[in-house]
């Protein structure tokens, strides 16, 4: 999975729409000898809505993101997401589809920050939800807090953090962990 390919492109498409929306916008002007209004930060957000980004690499998907609305702020670097949702496609076939209520990407670090409603489920069975959730783009890994519930076939583990793989497939449970396996603790 090409990650750095993803951002690059997801960036190149912000800065192309910023300043196409720059360029482009209307500014109303002042008759003469009447002061101008103060311009406001608009400029330095862009929306969105109803978008998708998608990565090929030699013909293959590598992942596909789409949110209901987006906004991205060219001061802070930032790109929020509303009703998010990111299908990762894995080299063995296999997918992980990721949805959140809001996410918020630093554009410069590539990090992600999940809130609210977040749930991953890859095509092999494995859930992942929490109520709050981070991925590190350096470290390639998921953080999870505030309560986390991670089930694999008949294996359910809970606890208050966890650290995962970018496959959900190596999990590292903290805080009061618990498994269950066919409903009998571990």
Not at 41 to 59: H, P, Y
Request: aromatic share 8%; glycine share 10%.
């Amino acid at each position: 999975m090409r990650d750095n390919t993803y951002w690059a492109i997801a960036c190149i498409l912000l800065i192309l729409a910023g300043g196409l929306y720059y360029f482009f916008r209307s500014e109303p002007v002042a008759p003469p000898g009447q002061p101008q209004e103060a311009k406001s930060d608009s400029a330095a957000n862009i929306t969105f809505s109803g978008n998708s980004i998608v990565e090929l690499q030699n013909g293959h998907k590598q992942w596909e993101l789409t949110a209901e609305s987006s906004k991205f702020n060219s001061d802070k670097n930032q790109l929020y997401l509303n009703k998010f949702k990111g299908t990762l496609y894995r080299d063995d076939g296999g997918t992980i589809v990721l949805t959140a209520d809001k996410a918020q990407m630093n554009m410069k670090t590539r990090n992600i920050v999940l809130d609210g409603n977040i749930k991953a489920v890859s095509s092999d069975g494995t859930v992942f939800i929490a109520p709050k959730a981070e991925w590190s783009n350096q470290e390639k890994h998921f953080y999870g807090s505030g309560g986390i519930t991670v089930t694999r076939g008949d294996t359910v583990i809970t606890g208050e953090k966890i650290d995962s793989d970018a496959k959900l497939e190596k999990v590292r449970v903290q805080g009061n962990a618990h498994a269950i396996k066919g409903g009998i603790p571990q």
